[in-house]
């Protein structure tokens, strides 16, 4: 592009070929049965038009009055210049009562087809100036026209310098303009006048289409008070021919606004496009248009008779006509033209013709011929045979090159949106310069005298809300709306338009892009701000001050009781908002323009922080997350201050809010270790963020929100606060049914607020369990304790509601469980009740025990199978097993044997013991695997004494005794075979071995013959060998602990098995060697006894001497005092081993 000030740039010489174009062809349906494109050959020369009607205000067509001869056009028919259907408006047009060409013309159709504009469409103008371009090569005229550029497409009007600078000496206006044209082009300009032949051509033209309408074909003169009317129009005319100009942005007060109010002073009317208040709103998610008011007034109002997308080549157009259209009989598409004979057709007049027919897609043109207004004769003339008519002859290939020139040069140098061009030609000149006026005007005083500013202000701001209402394509398209809305911006002077700057729509993305939409919002609501009246009544406040968070100690807030009546505030004030109360304390009148646009800005302001909290979330910096909810929440307060009338999903957006509160708080509650670093950011505050505060702080004081976004040190408190967020989240979708509407937004708020209670339960439980154990002096359970159960009881009782109402069997079934644990601890506490030297299982105990049983088969039945949740389930059975264990164990250690029969006892203890080990599955291969197998050896144990004990007490019922010691014979076996599988259990598998002795010995007292006792001592020595085992693996820990030292000093693993305990193992080696010596010594007496009586036996000969060997070992080995506890251990290995060589396995061993 040229220099601006000096020179423009020329455009190459018309008629030279561009290569090269686009292909793309508009898609449109047709409202006109012309609508249909067609491919036209003329001459020879191959030229590709399609017509498509976008739109059409015209009446269906009608076949014309064909005049007779000798009618006379200088007398006007009695219809002239009344509206007719039939003509439309171009009768009046023609002759100028309308105006011709309306300076915005092109930007009342972009608005009408905003989708084509930016992207699929190259030019949007009138046809008359498509023609004037393309007719350049053949003409001397001037041409002078506005070019703008938004995206790929071009708008084209034509800028009419005469009447600009008649309108400049008038008021003073376009000055700038006037001085730069006399400068560079016309020194000595002055206004020059229409000829009378002209007026007299136009008027003869408009009757004769009102005769071609008339029916009869009958000159009937109007009175000649009618024939004073046209001389008065054709005078006025003349005084105001073309498109008046409106003020740049201001007009004098005296000035009507008034677009059908006379002029004064013979000062051009003002239309009303300029804006100078917003009707309406943008809506958030429809984005209907800011600028109501401009589109719709005199100048950018859209009034063609017709919007066609017309396909030149690969040049796609969206043009305006007001051609009349005739048709019917035989002509179904005809253009109607009046010629006078004595004057040949031109090149200039064919052409003319020719774009007319193609751009309406008319296949046929209708000539009358007259001699001085008097109709000679018709002549009809295909489309595609004008451009060889006789005198009239031109090249449609050179047409063609020349719109592709002018396309190629116009979009080569229009290169910035938002300026305005001057595309112009002098008379008789052969070069095309062009200037780009909002350059030139911005070196003025007054940068914003240029009145396409606005329309293409409106434009900008138009395409862009278009693409994003596009939401497939609004990412896509992201850097071009900005682009848009940013040029939209720079055009206009915030101090006399602030409405546009505060249109800004937000975009749920990135930080970064939140960001740069907080700036855009904080430049809405300064010019907001600073255009309301009142603000000077306002106290006077610093935005460089930063307004405190009210950061508050838990001590100085009231506790839960304080936040129960915010709650309940809350919740009335929610109430209020669905009956419309309005409180600004800024004064701002609801409906203005202000009010409205603050509004969105306000709401856009909440949505980026939003979105920027839950972005410090996801990186778990959750002291700025909740200064940044804190600001979106008390956006919203100022919100709710200001709406009239709530929308469902606004109210929506603030469930989202508290719910994102709520888990902002939560995890503050569960990373209290951090709470220092947490604080610092809550309180940094950016300068942007201090502004937008104080804009807020206008209207409303911001804290209806306080109860929840406070930064506590209490832990109770948090997780408080955080409950409290998901039940004002959970009761603002029961307003307006937004539950049914938004199920997933119900479900999540459900599953959180049975979480917070399970956390809270969870938290008193915890309590609970403390007190108790720090209980020393008072061995009753305080009031305290009791308090806390039953704030526990009462969490986890909600919270299994919540998840029961969501189907929710898996987090029901944990809270179940959660329930269980705690009637568990209730049994606990009243265990440390009673006095510790008469203690007994209490009937409390039982009762919290069952309730505990109960609530984890609840869980079982909510759950349902295994398959549901396998973890869960495995988990609910542990616990089950667990309390069933426990409950079994105090009876059995404390039996209640003041209430209860021991038989009775016995039978409790022995189906709590077996029902334990229903729920406790050894056989499942996971991580509670060795536990589980400890659990059930440690039962089979236990229950093996218990008979074992019954067998020793028990006198009488020999039934019962067998019955006894076959049960306790059974779970001895079952116990070893277990704590054989396990290997940190050496003491108890040595325990159960030496129980199974005792339990050998006992029988032997009750036998008489030396072969049973022979039989039973053979099993209790072989019982003996097979202890070996747990020998060996305390062997392996003593040698590991005396190895430790001497590498590097670590840690224990966590998974490591804990150390040996060696008092015990000392006191079981102790038993153990008594008892072997003890069993070898009976052996030796009763294998020596039976020798004497019997003959003599190789194999007990062999045994008797094994044995002797192994004792007098034995008692050398447990004389020696200086042993350590590994020698004496290896030593009990070595006899072991002999043992179990010399016996050969000895006869009747007990398994």
Partial sequence: MGDSKEAGTEAPQAGTAVRGGLSLLSQGESEEPSAQGSALFLGGNEVKSRAVVKYSSAPPRTAFARLQEKTDLKLPPANWLRESAKLGPAGTTILGNSRKSKPFSSFGM?????????????????????????????????????????????????????????????????????????????????????????????????????????????????????????????????????????????????????????????EPLEPSYIVGHVASAPKEQTLTTLFNDGEN?????????????????????????????????????????????????????????????????????????????????????????????ENSNFSTKVIKDIAQNILSFLKSNCTKEGHTYWLFKASGSDIVKLYDLTTLCEETEDKYQNPFTMPVAILLYKVACNMMMKKNQNKKHYGTVRTLLLNCVKLLDKSRHPQPSCAFPVCHDTEERCRLVLSYVLEGLKSVDSSIKKESDLPAADPNTPIPLKYEDESTRGGPEGLEKQMALFLDKMGSLQKGNYSSQSGMIPGSWQHKMKLQLILKSSKAYYVLSDAAMSLQKYGRALRYIKLALQSHDTYCCLCTNMLSEVLLFLSQYLTLCGDIQLMLAQNANNRAAHLEEFNYQTKEDQEILHSLHRESSCQGFAWATDLSTDLESQLSVSCKCYEAANEILQFSDLKSQNPEQYIQVLKRMGNIRNEIGVFYMNQAAALQSERVVSKTVSTAEQQLWKKSFSCFEKGIHNFESIADATNAALLLCNTGRLMRICAQAHCGAGDAFKREFSPEEGLYYNKAVDYYLKALRSLGTRDTHPAVWDSVNWELSTTYFTMATLQQDYAPLSRKAQEQIEKEVSEAMMKSLKYCDVDLVSARQPLCQYRAATIHHRLASMYHSCLRNQVGDEHLRKQHRLLADLHYSKAVKLFQLLRDAPCELLRVQLERVAFAEFQMTSQNSNIGKLKTLSGALDTMVRTKHAFQLIRKELVEEFDQPKSEETPPAADSSPSLNREEVIKLLGIFESRLSFLLLQSIKLLSSTKKKTSSNLEEDVVLKTNKQIYSQLLRATANKNASLLERIDVLVHLLDQLARGSGGGGGALQ
């Avoid at 109007?222 to 105001?240: C, I, L």
């Avoid at 109002?301 to 048709?327: C, Q, Y």
Wanted: hydrophobic residues 35%; aromatic residues 10%.
């Fill in 110 to 266: 972009a608005y009408d087809f905003i989708d084509s504009v930016g992207n699929d469409v190259d030019v949007v103008s009138d046809s008359e100036n498509i023609k004037k371009l393309l007719k350049i090569p053949y003409s001397k005229s001037h041409v002078s026209m506005a070019v703008h550029r938004i995206g790929r497409t071009l708008l084209l009007d034509e800028l009419d310098i005469q009447e600009l600078f008649m309108r400049s000496s008038q008021t003073g206006d376009w000055t700038w303009l006037k001085e730069f044209y006399q400068r560079l082009i016309d020194q000595k300009w002055q206004r020059k006048k229409k000829s009378k032949e002209h007026w007299y051509q136009k008027a003869i033209l408009s009757k004769f289409l009102y005769y071609s309408i008339n029916g009869d074909g009958a000159a009937q003169p109007v009175p000649s008070a009618a024939e004073q009317q046209e001389s008065s129009s054709a005078d006025q005319t003349n005084d105001s021919d073309g498109a008046s100009w409106p003020a740049p942005f201001e007009m004098p007060s005296s000035v009507s606004e008034d677009p059908g109010a006379s002029s004064q002073g013979g």
């Fill in 297 to 389: 007034s005199q100048g950018l109002k859209n009034d063609f008779a017709r919007n066609i997308l017309w396909t030149f080549e690969d040049i796609h157009m969206l043009v305006g006509s007001n051609m009349p259209i005739f048709g019917g009989g035989r002509y179904p598409a005809v253009s109607l033209r009046l010629r006078d004979n004595n004057k040949p057709i031109n090149v200039l007049t064919g052409i003319d013709y020719w774009l007319d027919n193609l751009i309406c897609n008319v296949p046929e043109l209708v000539m009358c011929f007259h001699v001085n207004g008097i109709v000679q004769k018709y002549e009809m003339i295909k489309t595609e045979e004008i451009p060889n008519l």
